[in-house]
């Protein structure tokens, strides 16, 4: 089992969401966060100050799928979420031992 | 005529009270817009509050109520509020004439501010300046001229004898026309029709929407202009349009979406507060709850209908304030009784007088095609200069932070997340990229 | 009596200080409770603005005011106002009586609105509308005629002579106890005693209680019915007792809690203001300092002990509202002087009048025995026909969602995470399956 | 003289809208602080209006105003309010004594809240106490009645002769010059000049801007003490220069910073607020808006000084009030005009009394002397005794915790994450290691 | 060392803390998430227009534990998050190549 | 490729970015979350009662580095959230099997 992870761009959510469900992902967790890297930040004016601001409003996605899915998942989340512009985001993959569906106990693929 | 010291006390209240609905507008708005554009929303409130009182003081009072020997527009003998002191004026004769100019002003604050619901979320701040100047000087000087000062619309011999007792015409057809043409000339918001464009603090819409009600009071029982009980009628008569009106949105939506929602009464109530305006001192109790109802049902209807024809009026200010000043202009010219009012002749269709509709209609027809069009060419000439429309990537963003380089709500955690003020001593070299986001 | 236009002015603005205490209770409560409730409360509170208005202008006025040569209720003379005009009313012989039944239209509203807090977090919507309609016109309106309207527990010969100045048994007491009843026909919360359930915005809270301060001014001062010596009596008695509930309540339980609070302070500033009401146009300022102080203090004691009798009083109008206006009604009873109010015999226990007490202790005790089997009544014929209680399911969910399909806050992501306005053109078949939750 | 129902309406009104502005300032402090220190902001306003209102009724009233003889300091006679009642006092011959008193009670009240913007988020909570208690008897009670109550600054045979129409000097300077004393003894807060230290909700400092405006309005044209043609002047002063202040800042921070901000604009209102204060009641309208002016712009450099020398005025005090006031009481020397306020004699500079000007010059002097070292010196003594900041630890987990134990926001599902109310059953024997943050 | 993730619902908190804590977990972090899944979201009503909302408010839990423990906090965490509801949400586990304390600097086991 | 995971005190955040910038760290993505552990809660009051609080406000960091820089990586953090009460919080690795930049496509090392 694979836990694909993604940042992505907020505005992008729902069209990624759309987009997943429709190639059969059943499920997946999204959380907001804030995002640091090439994308800079932005100022921010305070009472004649200034103040620079690094981190960028982002949503991380986090879906649970078959070995076969991952790629699948990669490619679809890389085809919406993409703008072309930086601070797209990142897509990252890591094994999952197991995984377990809590309402009936189900494992592995039937968890999903 | 004497000054009333109980007539003076009324009318600093409400004009302190209509001055209060501005702000109100402006938690109304901003709670109804993403977060990312709540200040920005605010901000058109807030700032109309600034400017226009300020213009309002050289050239908006006189051009609306300076005594000119016409009907079209106010003399200069108030620029700069010259002679405006503590004597008073002939429209209010018990009171001192600077009061009686101040509560004018808050009226001249608000209608522009209204119109910025139409376009949330996507107006350049330095277009919505210019803008600004402009409406007010030549679109509401003028129209409340026309009702109000003398001019051509209002009571008095040999003009069209339209009632309007607290702005149902001059305040909100105006602003919601105006709206109407805005949304025309400055188009949607990028995802309208396909994302839900969702109210970020519903919590603050009512706070809101509990001020313009509050300040409703001041607005339109002020417009008696005195402490008496012709004040007493506007104001009962409002608060029960407002009542009915909230009844009367949450019934139809109960009906048919089967459910009733928070934001749907705060804005029935809203609409009733619309509607009654113009009637509040010319009708029965009874009446104002059939307005309001009325208007309840009607602005829930213009609403809906938005949905269908793909019309992006962010915040409805077209289905609130321009088709509840609609109904409520219209039905003033049905209901209005000289019983309430004390002017003679100041009866409606039911009264016996059929004639009082057609007056309003001219008077709401008048001040529509002037607005509309006058609001148009003002948005052209104001996009020509400044540009009226926020960029596609300022608008993703948010007004907030593009244009004015503020973040509404920080958490306690982000308040470490950035770098120190510029200024303070920092030298460290990694912050000197400095990218600004606020394209001013 | 000629109306006076100072008085108009002050009560017109007493009467729009006592609407604005609603939604300032909407805010209080909205605050106390948790997130995904917080609409659900302050509709509570917003819709009886709605409704008991036009209840009010139906029915409830000449049910408490009317008329009627009997002790018990009022005529109907005053059913859907009619004569309640510009003229002066009896019991307010210098302000239009349009006026002054505005201005109980707003103790009519207010005082239901303050049950919902007991029940905060598990009514039923369409239940508490009918409870609404039937507890108005029920209970408020004969309670309010036997106090004021001429009934047999006001002033007057023949009748029991209890001193109520501007609600302490008429609303606190009476919504006190209405409470009482809710809880237990209503039932606990689930979780209550075993999580916590935390206020979920206290600033909001505290936005709320500074409203309801300010408007009770007009509240208490405006219950003079006039703008003199007798308002501003009243009017420092009710900031003073508000002052000092708000000291005692952080002084115990600085001692007790080893901290003074936030929601302290404002909860204590509430007890103050409840339990001066009765007594504010009666007494000297130090005796409101003293009622205040007890008031902050016993508030703190009912409140604490809730815990411990595992009686889940959400917002704890029982311990605030019902024990504030006992404290208050009695010692209004010890305190009150004719030298404040200038009606002969207005003397309490202090002044050798000690039958006062008793007047008061009778006035109190009908009320409360009253009031509590009425609202049982109530609720039951409430139950059978609508329900009263949400399902365990809804209270999960929250009231925001199950009673009314909103969500109090969205954060600028969720704004995209929801699918197309329905109607406005979506046809994705992946739409479709659209799961109500709202029971509606 | 009599008392007139018309004045008393209003000044009824006034106290009101005054004692509204302090909860207006705990919102408007509370947003600007970080989330972790908005509740411990907000009480520090909240509890002044408890604590010093009682102050006021023993003995605060009595010696600012009280008869003396001398013009140091007032008399005995109104101990406890004794006295203080229905019947006029000869410094506001129209209205119930009682009123006038509440009116001044509410300006002792604010005056002390405002100087906790300058040391927001390090005040320990108990040293507040003992310093608000110290400091309303200490300084605010002489410095008024030096000005106001008989004193050898204001007007009168021998005295200086300082114009100060609502308090720029009394309540705007002098708590300016605390919060600078305060500043210096109290130190910067941890991380100040190195982190962002943001505010947490700009919507919520929005709407406390919006209730001091609005509130402002009863400060300064309440201040006439009567509803008449002064009181209209004063208010339309009053509103023109708050606009033309938020105009003058916002032009400033345009062209500095590229951006006009939604706290700059509410900033640059109150700075022209305070600046008015003192004129008022003494200058023409087009005064008022260069008044405003100015102090938009002069406040807006004030406060950028600060980050230049590293001064952790948290919430800019001194830049706002502290300047804005001295600008507010140097221009009403130059601008002030009998005409206005009917005072003969009361001319500036412009009019050809340029004594007028030394005269303000000297009661600034002498407020700004006396003001810094007393307070400097009731700081050391409450920090001998109790405290007056937080420890380090408590500084970074922030005051709503560790003054008063209270979280001002708790999202939906934290609701759960607590234990049960010690006393409520819980015997579980994990939640026997509580752990007190608050200090108390 | 393995991380025990587990997405579950907001008011099943308190009682798998508590679980966890008797059963001797030290410690966890906890996350605000919105969850996509089987359990549909609700409908929205804002102003005559209904609107999908297809995210549910849940919390993800972050146990770090020895894989000899990871076990019992699944079998923990699927009893007392369990309702038998669509929703009741995931369990997933993960292996972690290192875990440090930031106050000691220990290592692995120590670290928990 | 490596995912270093971080949980700190929410006031050594910036501090910690920016000596993770100073080593050589594009980006890192950032989340609110609440910790429980050694660290005890705190006491609330709220109307005479007192309820204890066993959540702590945290910050979580995720890092995604190549293998080689991910001992630099976790002592950088640790050096920096380090204040030696209890609280610091925890750092630990997971492996990434697949990293992508969604902008260029890019994949392992070049996508971070
Ligand atoms: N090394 C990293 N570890 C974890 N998250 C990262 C890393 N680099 C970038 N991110 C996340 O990806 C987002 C986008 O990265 P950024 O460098 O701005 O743009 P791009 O991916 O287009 O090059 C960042 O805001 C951050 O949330
Ligand atoms: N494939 C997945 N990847 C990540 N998280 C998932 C996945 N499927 C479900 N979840 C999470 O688990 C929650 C519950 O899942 P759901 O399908 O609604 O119910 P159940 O687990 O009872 O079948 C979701 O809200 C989501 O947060
Ligand atoms: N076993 C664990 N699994 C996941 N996160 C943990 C674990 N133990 C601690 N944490 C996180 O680390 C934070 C600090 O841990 P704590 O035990 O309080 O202090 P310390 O790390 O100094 O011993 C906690 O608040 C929690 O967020």
Request: hydrophobic share 50%.
């Amino acid at each position: 089992m694979k836990l694909v992870s993604a940042v992505i761009k907020p505005f992008k959510l729902e069209e990624v969401k759309e987009a997943l469900r429709t190639t059969g992902i059943q499920g997946m967790t999204v959380t907001e966060v804030s995002g640091f890297g090439r994308q800079r930040g932005h100022t921010e004016v305070y009472r004649g100050a200034e103040y620079q601001v690094d981190f960028v409003p982002k949503v991380k996605l986090e879906v649970l799928c078959d070995d076969s899915q991952s790629e699948h998942v990669i490619e679809t989340i890389m085809k919406t979420a993409h703008t072309g512009e930086v601070g797209d985001g990142k897509i990252w993959v890591v094994d999952a031992s197991q995984v377990v569906r809590i309402r009936t106990g189900e494992m592995g693929r039937d968890a999903l | 005529m004497e000054i009333s010291s109980g007539d003076t006390a009324w009318m600093i209240v409400s004009t302190a009270l209509v001055m209060f609905m501005t702000p109100g507008l402006a938690l109304f708005y901003g709670g109804l817009v993403r977060g990312k554009n709540v200040l920005g929303t605010i901000m058109q409130s807030l700032f109309a509050l600034g400017l226009v009182s300020i213009i309002w003081f050289v050239a908006g009072y006189t051009l609306a109520f300076g005594p000119s020997g016409n009907t079209l527009i106010g003399g200069l003998d108030f620029l700069f509020l010259r002679d405006v002191g503590a004597e008073p004026f002939a429209l209010a004769p018990t009171i001192p004439h600077s009061v009686y100019m101040a509560f004018q002003m808050m009226f001249a604050v608000i209608t522009p501010a209204l119109i910025t619901g139409a376009v949330a979320e996507r107006m350049r701040f330095r277009g919505y300046v210019l803008f600004l100047l402009m409406w007010s000087l030549l679109v509401y000087s003028p129209v409340a001229h026309w009702v109000w000062g003398g001019g051509f619309l209002g009571l008095g011999d040999g003009n069209v004898g339209a009632l309007d007792f607290a702005g149902g015409t001059v305040v909100h057809i105006n602003a919601g026309v105006a709206a109407l043409a805005a949304i025309f000339y400055i188009g949607k918001r990028h995802g309208f029709g396909k994302e839900a464009i969702h109210p970020h603090n519903i919590p603050m819409v009512v706070t809101g929407a509990a001020i313009l009600w509050f300040g409703w009071f001041g607005f339109n029982a002020g417009s008696a202009l005195a402490s008496n009980g012709l004040a007493g009628a506007a104001f009962i008569n409002t608060h029960l349009a407002t009542a009915a009106a909230m009844l009367g949105w949450l019934a139809v939506e109960w009906i048919r979406n089967k459910v009733p929602t928070t934001i749907g009464a705060a804005t029935g109530a809203v609409g009733g507060l619309v509607a009654v305006t113009p009637a509040a001192g010319f009708v029965e109790p009874w009446a104002a709850v059939v307005i309001g109802l009325a208007a309840g049902m009607i602005c829930y209807g213009a609403v809906s209908l938005k949905a269908k024809i793909s019309f992006d009026d962010s915040l409805d200010v077209v289905g609130v304030h321009m088709v509840g000043g609609l109904v409520g202009a219209l039905l003033t010219g049905i209901f209005a009784t000289e019983a309430i009012s004390g002017i003679e002749g100041a009866n409606g269709l039911l009264y016996g007088n059929a004639a009082q509709l057609g007056k309003q209609a001219i008077a709401v027809g008048v001040t529509i095609g002037y607005s509309f069009l006058a609001t148009l060419f003002i948005l052209k000439v104001t996009d020509m200069l400044v540009g009226v429309r926020v960029t596609h990537e300022e608008e993703l963003t948010g007004l907030d932070l593009s244009q004015h380089a503020e973040t509404a709500y920080t958490t306690v955690d982000r308040g470490t997340v950035a770098t120190p003020p510029v200024g303070a001593g920092s030298t460290s070299a990694s912050h000197s990229v400095v990218q600004r986001t606020a394209e001013g």
